[in-house]
């Protein structure tokens, strides 16, 4: 299992938009990837979920990811947020 606290850095915070690139990134691994934001956990690859947490800019999150392909699966959702969306 992996985790790690990563910062939201777009001005808009998590939109539907960004949230529906964050729920096909995280859908394309067979590992379980949940969200976290204060004590609220989410599945990723739900879009009403992802949506629930209300992440604005600079917010902090953990996420948390456990399989075959949490590498991979990490690098990617990192280069998300990263990125800005």
């Known amino acids: 299992m992996l985790y790690k606290k990563l ?14 690139t ?10 379980q990837i949940h ?10 690859k739900s879009i009403m979920g992802i949506l629930s947490l209300g992440i604005k800019n600079k917010d902090s999150l ?7 392909d949490e590498d991979s699966a990490m690098m990617a959702i990192e280069d ?3 990125w800005g969306f």
Do not use: P, Y
């Open 80 to 82: 998300l947020f990263d």
């Open 62 to 68: 953990l996420v948390f990811i456990d399989g075959n």
């Open 35 to 44: 969200i976290e934001k204060g004590n609220k956990k989410v599945n990723a």
């Open 22 to 31: 964050l729920v096909k990134t995280a859908s394309t691994f067979s590992s």
């Open 7 to 20: 910062t939201m850095n777009n001005s808009e915070g998590l939109n539907a938009s960004n949230a529906q």
